[in-house]
């Protein structure tokens, strides 16, 4: 079983920055891509920002030039960093992980972390 422990979040003032991390853990054998997704109370869950094993990023035009997304693949851990945040950008914060192998011939699953919270306000 592969399981997502996400960690920062948190409030924030407007402008202000915040670091997620995200590792995954079980009997893995490779993840294709890692990423970030959010949902604001209300909305669906839109991409934040996902980055491949290759370490090609991807971002929302919402969030871009102001994200930025890592990845360790020897931890299988994945890092997004926010700066100058704005009330818009309030939502819980889920991590993801797909094309996850548990062997070398195994099938390709997806796996979604519990969700953080991240809520920008004066």
């Known amino acids: 079983q592969v399981q997502l422990v996400e960690s920062g979040g948190g409030s924030v003032q407007p402008g202000g920055s915040l670091g997620l991390s995200c590792a995954a853990s079980?009997?893995?054998?490779?993840?294709?891509?890692m990423g970030w997704y959010r949902q604001a109370p209300g909305k669906q869950r839109e991409l934040v920002a996902t980055i491949t094993s290759r370490m090609s990023a991807n971002y929302a035009d919402s969030v871009k030039g102001r994200a930025t997304i890592s990845r360790d693949n020897a931890k299988n851990t994945v890092y997004l960093r926010m700066d100058s945040l704005k009330p818009e950008d309030t939502a819980v914060y889920y991590c993801n992980a797909e094309g996850v192998r548990t062997t070398h011939w195994g099938e390709y699953k997806t796996y979604w972390g519990q969700g953080t919270q991240v809520t920008v306000s004066s």
């Open positions: 079980g009997s893995i054998f490779s993840i294709n891509a």
